[in-house]
């Protein structure tokens, strides 16, 4: 069963964009794709940002310090996990943030 049952049109299709365009990451990463897109959606007040694994702060305007600390809070928010401090400093693209979460809900 796919985790983008019941979600939105939109969401679906940035699913889809974002695996046919970053085919390096596995289904699994499909979810928490799928889980972030909106948390970044609100917090970055961006709809028109994709995520990929590469994608950073440098690629996006809204991304700046302040967005990073409210990013990191509302992903652990959604995911009811914390960060350590060490954990935060690495977390330098998308990618390391689905890295991290993976290794979190493990």
């Excluded at 299709?13 to 974002?18: A, E, F, S």
């Excluded at 979810?31 to 961006?46: G, M, Q, S, T």
């Excluded at 302040?66 to 954990?87: D, G, K, N, P, W």
């Amino acid at each position: 069963m796919s985790h983008s049952a019941g979600l939105p049109v939109s969401v679906k299709r940035l699913i889809l964009y974002t695996y046919v365009n970053n085919k390096e990451h596995s289904v699994d990463q499909e979810y928490f794709f799928c889980r972030l897109a909106p948390i970044f959606h609100e917090v970055l007040d961006n709809e028109s940002i994709v995520l990929s694994r590469d994608l950073s702060a440098d690629d996006v305007d809204e991304w700046d310090s302040l967005s990073h600390i409210r990013l990191i809070v509302a992903v652990e928010h959604a995911f009811q996990i914390t960060f350590l401090s060490m954990e935060i400093s690495d977390l330098q693209n998308v990618g390391d943030m689905i890295d991290a979460l993976q290794k979190k809900l493990e």
